[in-house]
């Protein structure tokens, strides 16, 4: 089967329309959470090295490769290890697959609390002060999830950078 569009475009840390991105790190077993906007400025500000990623021997991205800590305000989450081999099963497999591993682990390290994300605190009105209720916090946010295989620190088995995408394309239409 031949493949599809291989025509890079654009599509990456510039054109997404994200509040924040999580990198699922599998070979240093850790998640770094951190603002789109701040890792935009870094990339601006940095002079970092575009590399270009392949599926086989075809060119599907190119990205800038970021030390995590040159990001303000990272975060490196450590899960427990019970965690990683489920992800890590799927070395061998598609980007799709890769992909949708990787944002379920995150799904589930947010409804256990182990990603901070920051949030707005409200006072109530008198009323639903009454009712029981002190404080209302809100949060509404887009995460851009990312299998970043090879990323995270070198001391931990990382690259000793994040991969952060600037440009891609899908010859083989999966999504």
């Known amino acids: 089967m031949s493949p599809g569009n291989t025509v890079l475009v654009e599509h990456g840390i510039t054109t997404e329309d994200s509040d924040f991105r999580v990198h699922v790190c599998v070979l240093a077993e850790r998640?770094?959470?951190?603002?789109?906007?701040?890792?935009?400025?870094?990339?601006?500000?940095?002079?970092?090295?575009?590399?270009?990623?392949f599926t086989g021997d075809i060119k599907t991205a190119t990205g800038w490769?970021?030390?995590?800590?040159d990001i303000d305000g990272v975060q490196e989450i450590e899960l427990p290890e019970k965690a990683w081999p489920w992800i890590s099963e799927t070395e061998d497999c598609c980007t799709s697959e890769k992909g949708r591993r990787a944002t379920i682990l995150v799904k589930r390290a947010l409804e256990l609390g182990l990603v901070s994300l920051p949030f707005i605190v409200e006072g109530t009105s008198?009323?639903?002060?009454?009712?029981?209720?002190?404080?209302?916090?809100?949060?509404?946010?887009?995460?851009?999830?990312?299998?970043?295989?090879?990323?995270?620190?070198?001391d931990l088995g990382g690259s000793g950078n994040l991969y952060i995408q600037r440009s891609e394309c899908n010859p083989h239409g999966r999504h």
């Open 31 to 53: 998640l770094y959470v951190f603002g789109s906007r701040e890792t935009i400025e870094a990339v601006e500000l940095g002079s970092y090295y575009e590399a270009p990623a």
């Open 65 to 69: 490769l970021v030390p995590p800590f």
């Open 126 to 154: 008198v009323a639903a002060d009454i009712e029981g209720a002190d404080l209302i916090i809100t949060a509404r946010y887009k995460i851009q999830v990312k299998c970043d295989w090879k990323g995270g620190r070198r």
